[in-house]
């Protein structure tokens, strides 16, 4: 039956992967939840089922515009769809809601405030759908990432339709985000289909960087071979526009965001989409329209507010099927950036309680009249605290803005769901902070994060975990330094704080910067050494959160040898790219093979330079033959060859790392620069 209907009414061949089965569940009359990546045609999920069943089917969806593409979709099937939403006048929807009570229509689509009309509810409830699709349904949740007012009554509105089985689906749902839909929209017994979260031609890597540093990281990451065309999401429209000005220097680039005039944003993306341009730098809010089946890569300029956020938008590289990456640029500063955010868009608890004191127990106020008994409060807080006080239930505002005090038993639960959704804010933070810590395989921490259990245990084998390559170079000495007292401290009292380690590590050698403390944390983690965690402690009633380390078995029971082989990502500590600090002087043209067994402790201060030359031959070389620097030769060959000094083929054939192949390749080249920079 369900496949007769994919077949005749919607013209398609097959399913794709587990729509039937969610398809024959809920045509059986089962409640179901259906988490699945855009894309992935959910859609079909309700609609083959609603036609199996007969009768109309419900849709329940948050944005008009979703409404109307998906009504003309199915009317252009020849399928009877109808829609009643504020765009369209009263006439029509009366129409519409005609046609429902005569039975002529297949699906109605409405916009969850529909609900609240008095009366639309009542005649839904004594004419029942059969079936009813909650879509985009995470938005129903506060613990969710867009959560919508609007949607926060719809199930207490569906109560009594009880009969009905409901559908609920989205593409972005955690574990905590799923348990809330269920318990919201009061489904009995849900069937769970959350699937389809593997992504198998996404290399994902997370990089260690400055703020300062990160357009040009940008531009080293966007001219490799296969780099373009790339979306670049920045955390503002400034750092959009900087980002786009800085990187087009060398790429095609534009900013894309919501602050330039929409002729302007149409023209941008209609390049891009036409390949005329190699690069749109847009902002979160913003590079949600974007469709493009051949985007090779995503970078986020920044840490990203969740991992649901950040998921979805990876998800824009390489629809196509065909390898694309995922960058993701950030450092420990990050955090406070959301921090600020988080704290401007939820005033704290007391500013709310102020706010709700000067509201008149008896009578309504006008808002301007409230504002003016707040006049101690600025005026955007004040906005945000009525608007939270609204939506947690504590005060009802009319359309004039007359505000009333809400009565009855549920008046003081506002207080734990507002702090509960600020906390679960932070606790997206926290869950994305620790994605990027995390020593795991990048792909199967996001596929846990949303709950496939199905899917949970093999290795994706490309991202930055499974296979960390190119930019990595082997711990200098200094870094080696931090990593064994960093150890031993973790040995000696397990699950420190990030801040007080870098306390002592700062004491032992004050060239230590933050983030390069990070970047070592970061190695350690990747070596499944250590695992960082967030925590959070309380002082003076404000929660204050930090991250803790853990020392993992590999760490308690690491060599030396295991350390010398460390490898890290990003520049050196001793900034600069000068090793020196870490390598002393030594005579000049010390043997080959005397440095090679155990470097000379005496080694030249003229070795960083020789380095640097090194670095700038193989940076040309690198150019010539298109391919990244470190596929010429890794840094560490290079430090080999600045402390062995070879002085002909032989020697150099001795060098650590070098084979007779690179000898061949490269031996004049190396010789010429080794001879004449000493
Ligand atoms: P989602 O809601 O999961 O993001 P949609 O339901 O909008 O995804 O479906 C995405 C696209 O996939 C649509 O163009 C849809 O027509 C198509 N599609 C869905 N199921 C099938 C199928 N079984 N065969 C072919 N195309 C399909
Ligand atoms: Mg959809």
New binding site residues.
Partial sequence: MITEI?RTRFG?????PR?EAVCKAVAEGENALVV?????????CYQIPGLARGGVTLVISPLVALIEDQVLRLQSRGLRAGRIHSGRSREESRETFKAYLRSELEFLFIAPERLAVPGFSDMIRKHPPTLIAVDEAHCISQWGHDFRPDYRLVGERLEGLANTPIIA?T?TATELVQRDICAQLKLVNPKLFIHGFRRDNLAIRVMESLPSERPERIIELLTQPDAVPAIVYAPTRKKAEEIAKTIGRKLKARAYHAGMVAAERDKVQAAFLADEIDVIVATVAFGMGIDKPNVRSVVHAALPASIEGYYQEIGRAGRDGKPASANLLQCFSDRKTHEFFIERDFPETSVLLKVLKHVPKESSIYRDGLQARNSEIDPDTFEKAIEKLWLHGALKIDAEENITLTEGPGAEAWRKSYEDQRKARLAQLDSIQAFTGGGECRMLQLIRHFGDRTDATLKCGICDRCAPTSDLRVIDELERVMVTSTLASLAGRDGQAVGRLFEEAGRLDSRITRSGYERILSALARARMIETAQSEFEKDGKVISFRRVMLLSAGKNAKAKDLESLEIDGPSLTAGGARSPAVRKRAKKAPASSSRTSPDPEISSEIPKLFETLRAWRLAEARKKGVPAFRILSDRVLMSLCESLPSDEESLLQVPGMGPKLVRQYGEDLLRVTSTSI
Avoid: C, H, I, V
Wanted: net charge positive; glycine share 12%; charged share 15%.
């Fill in positions: 994919l398609f061949d097959q399913f794709r729509q699945m990546p855009t894309g992935a045609g959910k859609s079909l689906l593409a």
